[in-house]
């Protein structure tokens, strides 16, 4: 049974950093294209951050360039998405997802596993 947990979410002022971890079980995590979206309720899930499975190739949502970074520890089966110089519009509930040898920009509903989030909450 495939299961992607977040962690590492929290309260943290404008300005802050926070680092999220995805950790991964009941797969093989090199072979799957790991993703970070985020949702604000009453707005459909957005696009963050992509790594393929072999971490050669990453893709960013283009407003976030440069203040997140995302990575993956395929020896730890883990994910992480490190997010500095955060903004009140960056408070959301984040997720993971995994999709097994995808493109770094395929759609949500490509994606066969998600984690359950965490929630971000930056303050100014």
């Known amino acids: 049974q495939v299961q992607l947990v977040e962690s590492g979410g929290g309260l943290v002022q404008a300005g802050g950093s926070l680092r999220l971890s995805c950790a991964a079980s009941?797969?093989?995590?090199?072979?799957?294209?790991m993703s970070w979206f985020r949702q604000t309720p009453g707005k459909e899930r957005e696009f963050v951050a992509a790594i393929s499975w072999s971490g050669a190739s990453i893709y960013y949502a283009d407003s976030l360039k440069g203040r997140f970074t995302i990575s993956r520890d395929n020896a730890k089966n883990t994910a992480y998405l490190q997010m500095d110089t955060l903004k009140s519009e960056d408070t959301a509930v984040y997720y993971c997802?995994?999709?097994?040898?995808?493109?770094?920009?395929?759609?949500?509903?490509?994606?066969?596993?998600w984690g359950q989030g965490t929630q971000v909450t930056v303050s100014s």
């Open positions: 997802a995994a999709g097994q040898y995808l493109s770094v920009r395929a759609k949500p509903t490509d994606y066969s596993s």
């Open positions: 009941g797969l093989t995590l090199n072979r799957y294209t």
